[in-house]
Structures are given as C-alpha cells and as structure tokens.
C-alpha cells in the first residue's frame, strides 16, 4: 500500500522539557489509525504537528507527493478537540464557508456541502443555526468541514470523548464509512473505540511510541486467556491466594473484578473452580475471554 506520510525523528520541547522524543512511523492509504494514549502522552501535541498547527523542534513529516518547503495544507483536514463554529450560521452556511476558504469554487461548495450534509446525517437541520445543533451534530458537522475538499489524510483529536453515548455512537459509524474515502487519523485514550473502527495503533506513552502495527499483529502477539472473576465484597481478599496458583502467568484487579492471565485455559479453569468450591468463596460471576485492547495496553505500557 502507498505511504500518506512518513514521520522521522519527530520531536518536542517546552523550555528544556521533551514532550515528543523522535516518533518513527508511517500512514497507509485506506486505513484508518488511532493514536492511543493516556492524557497528557502527546496526542494533541502530535496531530498539531502533522497538521502544520505546531512547528516541531527536530526531525521530519513527509506528505507523499509534497516537496520540502511545499505547503501540504491542501492534502490534509483537521478537526480538533475542542473545536469553534460560528453558532450564527448554519450548519448549510458553515460548509460552504470552510469550502470557499479550502480552495472549492463557490459552484463546487454548494455541492461538496449538500453532499456531506447527507453523508454526515444532519441534512434534516442544514437549515439550522449550528447554536441549536446537539453535541453529536456538532461534531459530525465538524468532521464534514475537515473532509470538504477530498483530503488524502483526516486528522481527527479525541472525536468522541465528550459525547453521549447516542453522539459517540454516531460518530464512530461515521469513522467507519469515512475509512472507503481517505486516511483517518484519530487520536483517543478510549480504547474501545480505537478496537470498534481502527486498522492499525500506535501507542503513545510519555512521548513515544511504545508498539505499533495492525489490531491482528498485536493480538497475536499479546493475545492471552483471561478469566475474570468478581465476588461478592471486595475483591482484594481473594487476590493473594489466587496469586500462589501455578496456573497463573499475571493477575490484574479493575475495581471489583479480578483478570487471571492463564496459558491452559481448560487446566486453569479446573484449578479456579475447584479453589473456590473448596473455600466456599461467593462467586459472583465467572468469565472465560481473551485479552482486550486495554489489556494489551497495559502490557505495552509497563514493558
């Protein structure tokens, strides 16, 4: 698959302080990237960069087909956290706008607008003033903005995190039909939504890039058995003596629920049973699955 753009040796600082420490990777055409991170990792700060909003302190991004010193704007759409409209306008008048201002004849910004008013799902309000429109139309109203002139690559920072579920939902099966058109790039610390929508990852963590590559590499290469238990009462109490099992290989406590990492599944669950049979522990919920996303996280993160 072809490149979108390489990053090399990406990096930077605030008075003396490195916030990114020379990032290494690459975009393909067609997928659709997440960049995984806690707050506060650098993924604001990196899409700033990659899209011209930030200059960086060392190394290179190179869009495919853009000569250095070659303004790459026109390749790329850019949605940002927190993002401003003109809540005068409407959501009609927004597009046509920001069509205008990318290069779109007025003709071609009529057309692309209407176009992604009913791509987006909020050509029923185009009419509106975008004060009136709701958190989700908000939000799909601005990633119709950071798609109107066809970009190679769309950037889009946390698109979902301050959503309702309702507008969450919406916006990610939009990311899903998007990913036909170009390269999405999103940034996000909710991991089940960078597993719901997202080709490959890149992990973020103070700074670095911590593991890359495709959502099925990963798996296979952190993939474990799980059993996850919870009790009636605290948890804790049981972890010590869970922990002394041979059958165990790691053992992590989420609130009241405890994951058992296991390599014989079957064996594991024999041993689990019989140690809870035989001390008449209250067991509440008894749960065989492999490793999710957060989990692998995890892994990464404390490697």
């Not at 604001?44 to 960086?56: A, C, D, K, P, V």
């Not at 779109?104 to 799902?121: F, N, T």
């Not at 605290?234 to 059958?247: C, H, I, W």
Request: charged share 30%.
């Amino acid at each position: 698959m072809s490149v979108v753009v390489t990053v090399s040796g990406l990096r930077k600082s605030f008075q003396d302080h490195d916030v990114i420490k020379g990032l290494e990777f690459a975009l393909t055409k067609g997928k659709c990237i997440a960049l995984l991170g806690a707050n506060g990792a650098g993924k604001t700060t990196t899409l700033q960069m990659l899209s011209g909003l930030m200059r960086q302190s060392a190394g290179s991004i190179a869009f495919d087909g853009v000569q250095k010193g070659e303004d790459f704007r026109k390749l790329i759409g850019y949605l940002p956290q927190h993002p401003v409209f003109y809540e005068w306008m409407s959501g009609r008048e927004f597009l046509e706008y920001t069509g205008m201002l990318a290069g779109l004849s007025k003709k071609e910004s009529k057309e692309r607008a209407e176009e992604l008013l009913e791509m987006v799902g909020i050509s029923d309000a185009k009419n509106r003033r975008i004060g009136k429109y709701s958190g989700g139309m908000k939000q799909r109203l601005g990633i119709a903005q950071a798609i109107i002139h066809r970009p190679k690559l769309v950037m889009l920072d946390e698109p979902v995190s301050a959503l309702d579920p309702f507008g969450r939902r919406e916006v990610l099966e939009l990311m899903e039909r998007m990913k036909k058109e170009t390269t999405i790039l999103f940034s996000t610390h909710i991991l089940n939504d960078a597993e719901e929508v997202c080709d490959d990852i890149l992990f973020l963590h103070k700074g670095e890039i911590v593991e890359s590559g495709s959502m099925k590499d990963l798996r296979d290469k952190y993939q474990q058995s799980k059993i996850d238990l919870v009790f009636r009462g605290e948890s804790e109490q049981y972890v010590e003596k869970l922990s002394s099992l041979a059958v165990i290989q790691s053992i992590s406590v989420h609130e009241n629920k405890i994951s058992l990492f296991v390599q014989n599944v079957d064996d594991a669950k024999q041993v689990f049973l019989r140690e809870i049979t035989d001390r008449n522990w209250p067991l509440l919920k008894f749960e065989i699955s492999k490793t999710s996303l957060e989990d692998v996280f995890m892994k990464v993160v404390e490697k």
